[in-house]
């Protein structure tokens, strides 16, 4: 919302910021969409229903994640640690996290969830208790991992409205702190590296909310024109 368009990463279409619009106010991603969506769950009971989604989690939403990944790889190379990025091998389970980043003085080791706090599963209202589930579920899974490998494992995990989990956080202020020893020079216009780092995280899963929401609407469409046929 307060983001100025001054580089890519903080530019967002028409369209993408219609759908980030709608999602925060809670409204159905789009008019006129059918009744019932592609995994039989009523549409009218719940306007962000594509976020949690069970027909979308292969595919939009597993790009959203990865928007968030990518964006996340490149923040830490702007503030000069060595970063790899997991690559991804469909239907195959490895016990990899998303992402590995190298400071000379130590190595993370992080993986990126993006929670829904108003899926219809929640059993929770507190504030971020949507993320506070995947973090102890990723700790659980990479911890042992991490430190056979003398490294520190932390989970980024974020709401679909935008906020940061508490381990989140811990990732964001170690960027920061690299960044004030980092000799690049940020794109012209977009304030501090801190204000820069956030809005891109943000822009990467607006952009990725749009698609989930996006996609989810053109497949009930076209199975509701089938179901006619």
């Not at 190379?77 to 195959?92: D, G, S, T």
């Amino acid at each position: 919302m307060t983001s100025i368009p001054s580089s890519p990463e903080l530019a967002i279409n028409d369209a993408d910021f219609i759908f980030a619009v709608r999602h925060r106010l809670g409204l159905p991603c789009a008019e006129g969409l059918p009744q019932v969506c592609t995994c039989e769950e009523p549409l009218d009971d719940d306007s962000a229903h594509f976020q949690s989604c069970i027909d979308q989690r292969r595919t939009s939403v597993t790009a959203r994640h990865d928007f968030v990944v990518r964006a996340l790889a490149a923040l830490f190379r702007h503030v000069e640690a060595w970063v790899h990025i997991e690559p991804r091998i469909y239907r195959v389970e490895r016990l990899r996290p998303d992402l590995e980043v190298t400071f000379p003085d130590q190595t993370l080791l992080i993986d990126v969830a993006i929670a829904h706090p108003a899926a219809p599963s929640r059993t929770s209202v507190l504030p971020l208790a949507a993320t506070a589930g995947p973090e102890r579920e990723k700790i659980k899974k990479y911890k042992a991992l991490a430190h056979s490998q003398g490294s520190t494992f932390l989970p980024f995990v974020l709401e679909s409205y935008g906020a940061y989990g508490v381990q989140a956080e811990k990732v964001l202020k170690i960027l920061f702190s690299a960044a004030r020893n980092s000799a690049r020079p940020l794109p012209s216009g977009v304030g501090t590296f801190a204000d820069y780092a956030v809005k891109t995280v943000s822009l990467a899963l607006q952009k990725g909310n749009a698609l989930v929401a996006r996609k989810g609407a053109t497949e009930v469409r076209a199975a509701a024109v089938g179901r006619r046929k």
